[in-house]
């Protein structure tokens, strides 16, 4: 019997995780957007790939836990890959901490009752959340502590409105949620990881170049040369997926290139 891949946001990073990762499973695609998921069901569904769909709004409870169920409803699942996420220009600043941050809550909420021993998460966060150092104490504190639906009234008091703030503090919120979440996925034989990616050149990171001159910058003096691709991240959950990977749980890896390294030792300088 065949186990289930789930992957939510079929963008970039998401289609190259399904095409990486997908053969020999039952793939679930999820997506907020109907037209994309059906256009990637049908190249993936041609070369032989084994897709369901679902529409998907992370932010969604009720959404959320319809994915969770369909996803068991298809078989043992093997991996959860949660890509759907929304930077700076795509939305507003309590747009993008629903998405983000509530919308990761809700995931491990759902998720946590139907994991078995090897089941493997992988939440994608941002290299952003290393560069900025906007959540205190208290916040940090808070997000670990609420349930996704007491977040709702919590997160508008955090003073995020700035789309630029509030997505690196979505991201090292995911993070920190991650790293909590590996404790009780541990009791169940299963572990999860967060990716932080740099600067990669899928739709999103394209549409964040063009609004911000900083990108041209990070890439211009990334150490290993040259921007990011989407199979830059699949490659890497591949290797926390598989077995090679077994001892890595709650923890994040940066998937950068070096862009950070290079920002922060030269404010060091
Ligand atoms: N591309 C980069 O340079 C970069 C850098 C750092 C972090 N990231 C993170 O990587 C992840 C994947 O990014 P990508 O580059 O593949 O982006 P992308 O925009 O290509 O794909 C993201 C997908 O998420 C979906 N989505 C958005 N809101 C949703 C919602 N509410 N429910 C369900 N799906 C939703 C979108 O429809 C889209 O298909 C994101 O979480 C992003 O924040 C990307």
Redesign the pocket.
């Known amino acids: 019997m065949k186990k289930t891949i789930i992957i939510?946001?079929?963008?970039?990073?998401?289609?190259?995780c399904a095409r990486r990762l997908g053969s020999g499973y039952k793939l679930l695609l999820?997506?907020?957007?109907e037209q994309?998921l059906s256009n990637v069901s049908a190249e993936l569904t041609i070369g032989g790939y084994d897709v369901t769909t679902l529409?998907?709004?992370?932010?969604?409870k009720a959404?959320v836990e319809a994915a969770a169920s369909k996803a068991v409803e298809l078989g043992e699942i093997q991996a959860i890959i949660?890509?759907?996420?929304?930077?700076p220009t795509?939305?507003s600043g309590e747009?993008i901490l629903?998405?983000?941050l509530i919308?990761t809550a809700r995931m491990l909420e759902a998720f946590e009752p139907h994991l078995s021993p090897g089941t493997v998460g992988v939440f994608?966060?941002?290299?952003?959340s290393y560069l900025s150092n906007n959540l205190t104490p208290e916040q940090e504190k808070e997000i670990l502590r609420l349930s996704a639906d007491e977040l709702l009234e919590y997160v508008p008091t955090m003073g995020l409105t700035d789309p630029n703030t509030a997505?690196p503090a979505s991201?090292k919120a995911?993070r920190l949620q991650i790293a909590a979440a590996s404790v009780k996925w541990g009791k169940k034989g299963a572990r999860i990881m967060s990716?932080?990616?740099?600067?990669?050149?899928?739709?999103?990171?394209?549409?964040?170049?063009e609004a911000h001159a900083v990108?041209g910058y990070m890439i211009d003096n990334t150490p290993a040369g040259r921007?990011?691709t989407?199979e830059d991240?699949a490659s890497m959950v591949e290797f926390i997926i598989s077995p090679a990977g077994n001892f890595l749980s709650g923890s994040d890896i940066l998937v950068?290139g070096g862009v950070v390294a290079f920002l922060q030792t030269s404010a060091i300088k």
Do not use: W
Not at 8 to 15: K, L
Not at 30 to 33: A, G
Not at 82 to 87: F, K, P, R, V
């Open positions: 939510t946001g079929i963008g970039g990073m998401g289609i190259a999820c997506d907020f957007n994309q529409k998907l709004d992370v932010s969604d959404s949660h890509t759907a996420g929304l930077s795509m939305s747009r629903a998405v983000n919308g994608i966060s941002s290299s952003s997505y991201k995911n990716i932080s990616p740099g600067v990669h050149s899928t739709p999103m990171g394209k549409q964040e170049q990108m921007v990011g989407a991240i950068d």
